[in-house]
């Protein structure tokens, strides 16, 4: 194994920040944190963390067009990106999220366990990816 798996947490509330980041260091994980959307996408680009939890109501760059941005970058197109968001009734909201390439939309308060299973399925379907690649790599 490579190293611990690195998350991106972008949340601007600063509470719900360090309990996510304090929750991904407890699970083993190595959390970076970003309080706007423009902070995100500078460290998603400079760290290329293997999965990022994203705000949608951010205060520069809303969730949704950081999300977009990421997937249009070649460098970060291939993160998982999982939505936490407190934005119930906006299916409009959620649906651009999706569309802009959230993997999946979670809702504050977010259960933990959800919160666990979710990362768990995205970072062991990433490290299936790897190992196929690795096969494949090696047969050639």
Do not use: W
Not at 13 to 38: C, N, P, W
Not at 106 to 117: G, I, M, T
């Amino acid at each position: 194994m490579a190293g611990k798996k690195k998350i991106l947490v972008v949340e601007d509330h600063s509470e719900i920040r360090r309990l996510l980041v304090f929750f991904l260091k407890q699970m083993g994980y190595d959390a970076i944190e970003a309080a706007t959307g423009m902070a995100g996408l500078t460290q998603a680009s400079a760290t290329l963390p293997d999965l990022i939890t994203m705000d949608l109501g951010l205060p520069d760059i809303r969730g949704v067009e950081v999300t977009a941005r990421l997937k249009a970058d070649p460098a970060t197109k291939h993160i998982p990106v999982i939505v936490i968001t407190a934005y119930y009734g906006d299916e409009q909201l959620l649906e651009s999220a999706v569309d802009a390439g959230a993997s999946e939309v979670l809702y504050k308060p977010v259960s933990l366990r959800v919160l666990e299973d979710s990362l768990r399925r995205y970072l062991a379907a990433e490290s299936h990816e790897e190992l196929l690649q690795q096969g494949n790599s090696q047969q050639s």
